[in-house]
């Protein structure tokens, strides 16, 4: 029969203990300063900071359970199960962490459209804030016929225009207004040429929202308001292009599957 | 504390209702277990009647769609905590000492305290119908449809926080027999020489106390959520649902298999006993139980196929989901090679056996083609996919108890189980179960969908869904006879301590067992130890005519009964009672858990005047 | 419990509580491995501020860490005391990694009252639901330590603890040191790696 082990006096002796905390405390040191502005080592390191706090950490969380939690000294029983838990624990973690951070591309993206600076209370920084209902005008040849104004609206939360057709005469001025009285969602209203709205909306996903959603410089695209935030407005104004169907659309990410039409130019 | 144990001394008899109200003995908290798992049966029972009945003809207004969600919300979430897995603790607790040749587990109280956690989660959870705030968002309550706009009721709270309360009984009992199998084994039961059962109660209680601190803190999130202004699964906020889905399941799938590893295990037991021969391959059902147990943990996404993560994780999940498959199918195969060539008897118990195995291949392969993450796309959330379910979780899992119960009725109780009856109650569930739940593989690949309150009679659903139904009443059946079978033993004569001719260690013993198990701690022999000891005693011309000699009981040093596990689960109780309605509750119950602790540590093993 | 019961039968020889510990310990990293991941995946996620690099105060964690640290020392003393039947010695030890304990719930408690001054609040963005949840159930750990810790002082007090209770004061220690470890996982992914976090304007992980 076996009865319990008596504790075996395998111990670290006192001032192995002192040393053992002296070297926790000088990690914690060095991680301090490899992140301390102060001392210039971070703006070296960049990235790489991240892999080496790692490393020192994981030294001092190892040094912790094989010492102090005596893991060590003690029968390997003890650390099969405890290890097997951690295992687990940061296999598991990690999945967690790519199946979110790996696989889903633009699904991520809604906090970064979405997100507000923010500003520390009493701060006179100019905060950014959200973008003002800005016009962006394209005047280019003065209109041959008379100007024309449009307005579209997105319709609350669904993802669409309140009108699926409009048009206008080519060469006039256009002017159209775009309303986004929407609670949650930004919008922006995109002309483009016939067939390209699919294509455009993917380049502006990679423009980003400084951008407006649309890559600069992009040649499909004829005229677009800036990106409007909930419960804003804004407007745009342009020639109409030669006669022809084009189209409009939202190119903010996803969008320009349901919230898009035609636009006339006869 | 000594006050507090000088006022009230530790109880030291067994008698009457008091004597099960402290009992630390884990013959009576199995029994316990059994009986309030089987009360929660009959509510589950009920519940799935009103979804038969309900779902029975096309276009019924039996009851309306908000009632429906609730049936089946209460029905898995009841069946899954509150019945299969505390059936499965009944039969750990009942058999696991007595197999491996100890009087008791390691820690008889915290086996009483999770017993009644249990309990008063279970009440907890039932509470929702008193107040009718109950539950209703499936059993895996899927954000961000369980977020307080959508779900305004109280009903995901109770839902939360009682198996939040429950968890804390699951873990502590999980540890308790994971340091009862390591520790306790009597001298020669080496690993390799424990009952399979033994190995996959190991097994089950590893993954409890490893998968249920990630729905802990999915739960945790969730109320967090309801009740505390947090958006963890709020997408305007930022939150993301699928989070939620993730921790779920990452605790879900391991679940399952701590659902059916313990029938396999009872399944395992059974079949040598009843083929006469022993168990074929046993060192391959030990491992592939092992393989089953870590690779569950790969598996989970295939849970959210439809979900959108991507083709490579849908890939990744769909060959570890395949692989998995593969310790089963070792598994089955054994299992048929110790059928092979043997003498069966088809007692009620081996009945049960067999049936498990062929029902649990026919819920595998549809488990095997839902694998398969393209064909899944179809199979999502159709009836198909309630088949499959329902023929591993009660072809399999259900099946098994009662293989497991017809089998060590004997030893617990020292009375049989009617044979005739339970052939009845065999043919009953058997017919009853592939009746209704076979029709559902053709309605499920036909389109039917999961979790509506009713459908169109143009689908052409209705034939299909009428026999499930008709299913149900022959199942029903079936499960009155067993109970009247339970009930009738009450007159029926004693049986010897080893009915069956059995090979484990339990049955050395006599039925039922004396408080103290074995007077001498048995010398184990080999794998099926009772078999050996029979064979020599048999060769030596004394061959076995009873159980191990009893002695007085008094002479062997038993841990006495407690009060405080009792008083402890209250307070553990009332921590989460009081977050569904009144805080101060709360802090009044983490007093009670606090005082119950230490006066719990600081009680003597046994009072002075100690006598059984 | 602080009872010297006799030597119960084993079949390792490895004692059954020890044994309940560790797996037990096993079981809480899962426990805090989801609340980390929930953090890890939620970075970068806040819609509004503050964001980490905008209250995160680096200095003033890695002094509370310090004392957390010192406190596992404190706690390895307390055990040395108990098997060298150092009366007065194990009352001090546990009473000192007590303390030190409560300075670092101090230190929480001051930082979380700053943070909510400062508009982090568990409703107000993601990063305040992941931050409070993460480090409040660990403060919560930490806490039932300090309670665990003082009764046992108590106990210690009594002379109920010597080199044949050794266990119980092990039991507490090895608890404590694994409520100092998660904090060793917390401080470098919340604040020395997270802490810099601009918000979703710019890439997670800080250039």
Known sequence: ?????????????????????????????????????????????????????????????????????????????????????????????????????GFEGNQRTYAKANAIPYVHHGAEESAEGEHGASSETKHETPAVVGPVALVVSAVGETLTFDTNSVSAKSGSEVTITFDNPSANNQHNLVVVQAGTKDAVATDGTTAGPTNDWVSPGDERVIANTALINPGGSGDVTFTAPSPGTYQFVCTFPGHNFTMFGDFIVD | MAAITGVIPRPTSYAG???????????????????????????????????????????????????????????????????????????????????????????????????????????????????????????????????????????????????????????????????????????????????????????????????????????????????????????????????WQHLFWVFGHPEVYILILPAMGMVTEILPTFSRKPLFGYPFIVFSGIVIGIMGWAVWSHHMFTVGLGPVANSVFTITTMLIAVPTGVKIFNWIGTLWKGSIEFTTAMMFALAFIALFIVGGLSGVSHAVSPSDFQQQDTYYIVAHIHYVLFGGSIVAIFAGTYYWFPKITGKMLDETLGKLNFWLIFIGMNLTFFPMHFVGLNGMPRRIYTYSSEFGWEHMNQLASIGYIVMALGFLVFMYNLWQTRNSRRVSHDPWDAPGVEWTISSPPPPYNFAEIPQILGRDHYWIVKENAEAAGTPITGPEAQVDPSSIHMPSPSYWPLFTAIGVALIGGGLLSHYALSFVGGIIAMVGTVAWANEPPSAPSDHH | MAHAVEHEYTTTGLNHRKMLMWVFLGSDCLFFGSLIATYMVYRGQSLVGPYPIDIIDVPLTTISTFVLLMSSFAMVQALSATHADDKKGIVNWLLATAFLGAIFIGFQVYEFNAFKNEGLTLGGNLFGATFFTLTGFHGAHVTLGIIWLVAMAILGAKGRLGPKTALDVELVGLYWHFVDIVWIVIFTLLYLIGGFDVGPAAPPGGH
């Open chain 1, 1 to 101: 029969m076996a009865h319990e082990i008596e504790h075996t006096a395998n111990h670290p002796t006192f001032k192995q203990y002192v040393v053992i905390a002296i070297i926790l405390f000088a990690i914690t040191i060095v991680e301090f300063v490899l992140i301390w502005e102060r001392a210039y080592i971070v703006d070296y390191l960049g990235a790489s900071k991240v892999p080496l706090l790692i490393a020192l950490s994981a030294v001092k969380f190892a040094i912790v359970i094989m010492y102090y939690m005596h893991l060590k000294f003690d029968p390997r029983f003890f650390g099969t199960v405890f290890i097997a838990g951690l295992v687990l624990a940061f296999l598991v973690g990690i999945a967690l962490i790519g199946l979110f951070v």
């Open chain 2, 17 to 243: 209702l008091w004597g099960w109200i402290t009992t630390v003995d884990h013959k009576r908290i199995g029994v316990l277990y059994g009986l309030t798992a089987f009360i929660f049966l009959i509510f589950a029972g009920i519940e799935a009647g009103v979804i038969r009945l309900q779902l029975a003809s096309a276009e019924s207004d039996l009851i309306g769609p908000g009632r429906y969600n609730e049936m089946f919300t209460m029905h898995a979430t009841t069946m899954v905590f509150m019945v299969i897995m505390p059936l499965s603790v009944s039969f750990f607790n009942i058999v696991i000492p007595l197999a491996i040749g100890a009087r008791d587990v390691a820690f008889p109280r915290l086996n009483a305290l999770s017993y009644w956690i249990f309990l008063f989660g279970g009440v907890l959870m039932h509470m929702s119908f008193v107040v009718d705030q109950v539950p209703d968002a499936g059993w895996f309550s899927y954000a961000n449809l369980t977020e307080k706009p959508f779900s305004v009721d109280r009903g995901l709270d109770y839902w939360a926080i009682s198996l939040l309360v429950m968890g804390t009984s699951s873990v502590a009992g999980a540890l308790n027999f994971i340091v009862t199998i390591i520790n306790l084994r009597a001298p020669g039961m080496t690993m390799m020489r424990m009952p399979v059962f033994v190995w996959m109660t190991l097994i089950t209680s590893l993954l409890l106390v490893l998968a249920f601190p990630v729905i802990t803190v999915g739960l945790i999130e969730l109320t967090m959520d309801r009740n505390f202004g947090t958006h963890f699964f709020i997408p305007a906020e930022g939150g993301d649902p699928i989070l």
